[in-house]
């Protein structure tokens, strides 16, 4: 076998094995939320209900399948792990027998996409998922990488202005990606410190005119969804505020719970109606 088929063999095998790890673990996750009595006699580590895993990655379930993918993630869920290389589940049935499961781990999981060798010099993503650079000496081709649309700046304060809870624990958490340590103790401090979006795009347009650069590439190859408000914020700087505010936002119909209020605590339905000719009302 030749190198690069047992180096594809290597990625698929470990990809295959995400997979797995991945249906195995979203399956009980779907059923659990389905099945109350099943939810209550699920145990994940011998010690944290299945339930409890659900209230740390809540209110997204995409925040669940966020943290799934890797290893700093399974750690979120699971702050008293400590056999890194396995996963223990114990599953007990309706009648009562007890069964326990051990998911061995990859060393390394490969979520990044299997791309040709390259000379160019991608911008940094390391302590943040957004950065620009020049790709060229007389800055004619600039390159925009953003890798995920969650760890910025614009973002939590959006979220937090809303009362949303999970805001301090994730702020925290970015916060000390990008500087190594932890944040200031007011989570007003802890966001100041996270880089913003439109401060980061602002400078990009400015060195663009400056050096008359004729290009611009935007690279989402990895790119794993977040808040879509950053796509606004550059649309506006590439085309302004008239194509910012005549883009189609598609159509939808809103309906507000209790659910909703008291997730979002900053929001309440006269904030929603003011201005609305016809008011809505909880559903």
């Given at each position: 076998?030749?190198?690069?088929?047992?180096?594809?063999?290597?990625?698929?095998?470990?990809?295959?094995?995400?997979?797995?790890?991945?249906?195995?673990?979203?399956?009980?996750?779907?059923?659990?939320?389905?099945?109350?009595?099943?939810?209550?006699?699920?145990?994940?580590?011998?010690?944290?209900?299945?339930?409890?895993?659900?209230?740390?990655?809540?209110?997204?379930?995409?925040?669940?399948?966020?943290?799934?993918?890797?290893?700093?993630?399974?750690?979120?869920?699971?702050?008293?792990?400590?056999?890194?290389?396995?996963?223990?589940?114990?599953?007990?049935?309706?009648?009562?027998?007890?069964?326990?499961?051990?998911?061995?781990?990859?060393?390394?999981?490969?979520?990044?996409?299997?791309?040709?060798?390259?000379?160019?010099?991608?911008?940094?993503?390391?302590?943040?998922?957004?950065?620009?650079?020049?790709?060229?000496?007389?800055?004619?081709?600039?390159?925009?990488?953003?890798?995920?649309?969650?760890?910025?700046?614009?973002?939590?304060?959006?979220?937090?202005?809303?009362?949303?809870?999970?805001?301090?624990?994730?702020?925290?958490?970015?916060?000390?990606?990008?500087?190594?340590?932890?944040?200031?103790?007011?989570?007003?401090?802890?966001?100041?410190?996270?880089?913003?979006?439109?401060?980061?795009?602002?400078s990009l347009v400015i060195d663009m005119r400056r050096a008359a650069t004729k290009t611009l590439i935007i690279d989402l190859r990895k790119n794993s969804e977040g808040n879509s408000v950053m796509g606004y914020i550059l649309k506006y700087f590439?085309?302004?505020?008239?194509?910012?505010?005549?883009?189609?936002?598609?159509?939808?119909?809103?309906?507000?719970?209790?659910?909703?209020?008291?997730?979002?605590?900053?929001?309440?339905?006269?904030?929603?109606?003011?201005?609305?000719?016809?008011?809505?009302?909880?559903?």
């Amino acid at each position: 076998m030749k190198a690069e088929e047992k180096i594809l063999s290597k990625k698929l095998f470990s990809f295959l094995a995400f997979v797995s790890i991945f249906l195995i673990l979203g399956f009980f996750s779907i059923y659990a939320q389905e099945n109350k009595k099943f939810n209550q006699d699920l145990l994940v580590q011998d010690t944290r209900q299945l339930a409890q895993i659900f209230e740390t990655a809540h209110p997204d379930p995409s925040n669940l399948c966020r943290n799934l993918r890797t290893r700093d993630g399974l750690e979120y869920l699971l702050p008293e792990w400590k056999d890194v290389k396995n996963i223990r589940t114990r599953l007990k049935s309706n009648p009562g027998e007890e069964k326990d499961y051990i998911i061995a781990l990859p060393q390394r999981i490969l979520t990044d996409p299997i791309t040709s060798s390259s000379k160019i010099q991608l911008p940094s993503v390391e302590k943040i998922d957004f950065g620009y650079d020049f790709l060229d000496v007389k800055k004619k081709t600039a390159l925009l990488r953003i890798d995920g649309m969650f760890s910025f700046r614009e973002n939590f304060e959006y979220f937090n202005m809303m009362g949303v809870e999970w805001v301090k624990q994730y702020a925290a958490r970015t916060y000390k990606k990008i500087h190594g340590a932890s944040g200031p103790a007011k989570l007003e401090e802890t966001i100041a410190g996270i880089p913003s979006a439109t401060e980061t795009f602002r400078s990009l347009v400015i060195d663009m005119r400056r050096a008359a650069t004729k290009t611009l590439i935007i690279d989402l190859r990895k790119n794993s969804e977040g808040n879509s408000v950053m796509g606004y914020i550059l649309k506006y700087f590439l085309y302004g505020n008239k194509a910012t505010k005549s883009q189609d936002r598609g159509y939808s119909i809103n309906k507000y719970s209790d659910l909703y209020f008291n997730e979002y605590t900053g929001d309440n339905l006269a904030k929603i109606n003011a201005g609305r000719t016809f008011a809505l009302i909880k559903g």
